[in-house]
């Protein structure tokens, strides 16, 4: 039976990610990088959505939702072909369960867009989106959500997405980095975000949108979702205290940059865990998040010499891996945590699920960008890249004055 205050909800809920992609991600993303390419990355992470809504409805959800494989559905349910306004998923109908899980897709395929701004063709971006999608996202997805996956038969906890969007993401734009190459003039150059400001905004959409992300994924309006709402206020605000704090004490200064970037992981650590994890467990996640992540962008990641522009991996893989096996802790009662598991047998599950993740996201990224690039060449030109990507690419220039 559809339950009508289950499915207002989710119909919220999915407007609220969708509010997180556009214009949250785009704006977010856009003030990080500079000027002359503010409107090549808006239309990467608008492009990207928009493909992946589409071919979501035509192949997409079939192989993330249909049969019982262990690792990939079947074609059963493409172009939604037999789905009508009847059909329902627990208390919802099966058409907004798959609007849901078509904007987690979206985001997912969108986020990997930072990894590689500046310098990556667009036509290169929508078929790695295309493909990724179909051969990467939809797999893991089932794995970890689907009846039959591999994932969710070892009882894996991954309650909205650490390891289907973030540690997925996170990977597919680090071996994205490998491929395409770093921008000219990295470590050279100065490359300051142009808008932080922009970024704030994008930031405070992202927060917002998230209670649809993680809320949502309770699939109904009730204490799940009221305790998946609460982490998700507090997560991110320890990420923000604990990362302008490790600023304060390593430069003498905390910006607003890294505020926003503390936000960031901190939502990302919780988003797997934010149905099972007490406030006092999200606190302890989100801190422990922003403060690795912090770590890796603000000194591993110059070691390095890793060109992962917006941070993709420094915040949403690693942040991703922190959440997905952290919330092992964060779950325990002492902590307020819903657990009810045995710690070292579920430490070692989710420490499996993630290796399954880690696997097939970098192994299925790094087939398709060498599919890819037999056949088109996956950067811009290196004139274009100095005159930016919004005239290269776009014909279309961000400010006029």
Request: glycine content about 14%; proline content about 3%; aromatic content about 8%.
């Amino acid at each position: 039976m559809i339950d009508s205050g289950d499915t207002a909800w989710l119909l919220t809920a999915t407007l609220l990610v969708m509010l997180m992609i556009l214009p949250g991600l785009a704006l977010f993303y856009g003030g990080l990088v500079r000027a002359k390419n503010l409107l090549s990355v808006m239309s990467q992470v608008m492009g990207v959505a928009a493909l992946v809504m589409i071919l979501w409805v035509l192949w997409g959800y079939s192989l993330a939702f249909s049969g019982e494989g262990a690792l990939v559905g079947n074609l059963e349910l493409a172009g939604l072909v037999g789905l009508g306004p009847e059909d329902t998923s627990g208390s919802i109908p099966t058409l907004l369960f798959a609007a849901f899980q078509m904007t987690f897709a979206a985001i997912t395929a969108a986020l990997i867009v930072g990894a590689v701004v500046e310098r990556m063709r667009f036509s290169a971006i929508l078929a790695f989106a295309a493909l990724f999608l179909t051969f990467v996202y939809a797999p893991i997805a089932h794995m970890v959500w689907a009846e039959g996956g591999i994932i969710l038969g070892m009882d894996a906890i991954d309650f909205a997405g650490g390891t289907v969007v973030h540690i997925n993401a996170g990977i597919a734009g680090l071996v994205a980095v490998a491929f395409v190459g770093k921008r000219r003039g990295f470590l050279k150059d100065a490359m300051p975000p142009h808008s932080l400001a922009l970024v704030l905004v994008g930031t405070g959409l992202l927060w917002v949108g998230w209670f649809g992300f993680n809320a949502g994924s309770a699939l109904g309006a009730g204490g799940l979702a009221a305790l998946a709402m609460m982490n998700t206020f507090i997560a991110p605000a320890a990420g923000v205290l604990a990362w302008m704090a490790a600023e304060r004490l390593r430069s003498g200064k905390a910006s607003l940059l890294g505020g926003a970037s503390g936000a960031v992981a901190g939502l990302v650590a919780i988003t797997p865990a934010a149905g099972i994890s007490g406030p006092l467990g999200a606190l302890l996640l989100g801190s422990v998040s922003a403060l690795a992540c912090y770590g890796f962008v603000a000194v591993a990641k110059h070691k390095l010499k890793l060109d992962d522009s917006l941070d993709v991996f420094g915040i949403h893989g690693l942040g991703g891996l922190v959440g997905s096996v952290g919330l092992v802790f964060a779950g325990l009662p002492a902590l307020g945590g819903q657990g009810g598991y045995d710690f070292l047998p579920q430490l070692w599950v989710q420490l499996l699920s993630v290796l399954i993740a880690v696997g097939w996201s970098g192994v299925g990224s790094a087939l398709i960008l060498f599919a890819i690039r037999a056949v088109m060449p996956l950067r811009v030109e290196e004139e274009d890249e100095r005159l930016g990507l919004d005239l290269a690419e776009h014909g279309e220039r961000a400010y006029n004055s």
